[in-house]
């Protein structure tokens, strides 16, 4: 499986941003998918992350009413759209799927495929 990310950029704070990840060469349908971030420095950390069927997501709570997580398994892409931006947010973005099509800790090192990063930057 490839997931490709996008939609990274400068952004001012409070601004919004919408990162996508579209998949390639597996059955999108099946997979949990997760957002991450690591910002220099740091490790990599879940961000927000949907379920095979887009029924059920979670959000860290550094996000939680700011973020948004959605998938269209038509066009195999998961979205991230986030908004109320602030430099805190500022990273690098992974998307990431886990064959089990939901993870009870969206631990990093328990996903399965990773995309290639997209970089994030909230000036303020």
């Known amino acids: 499986v490839q997931l490709q990310a996008s939609g990274g950029g400068p952004v001012q704070a409070g601004g919004s941003l919408r990162l996508s990840c579209t998949a390639s060469?597996?059955?999108?349908?099946?997979?949990?998918m997760g957002w991450f971030r690591q910002g220099p420095g740091k490790g990599r950390t879940i961000v927000a992350a949907?379920?095979?069927?887009?029924?059920?997501?979670y959000y860290a709570d550094s996000v939680k009413g700011r973020f948004t997580v959605s998938r269209d398994n038509a066009e195999n892409t998961v979205y991230l759209q986030m908004n109320s931006l602030n430099p805190e947010d500022s990273a690098v973005y992974y998307c990431?799927?886990?064959?089990?099509?939901?993870?009870?800790?969206?631990?990093?090192?328990?996903?399965?495929?990773w995309g290639e990063g997209t970089q994030v930057t909230v000036s303020s």
């Open positions: 990431a799927a886990v064959r089990t099509g939901y993870s009870s800790t969206w631990s990093a090192r328990l996903m399965n495929y």
């Open positions: 949907i379920s095979w069927n887009g029924v059920t997501t």
């Open positions: 060469g597996g059955t999108f349908s099946y997979y949990g």
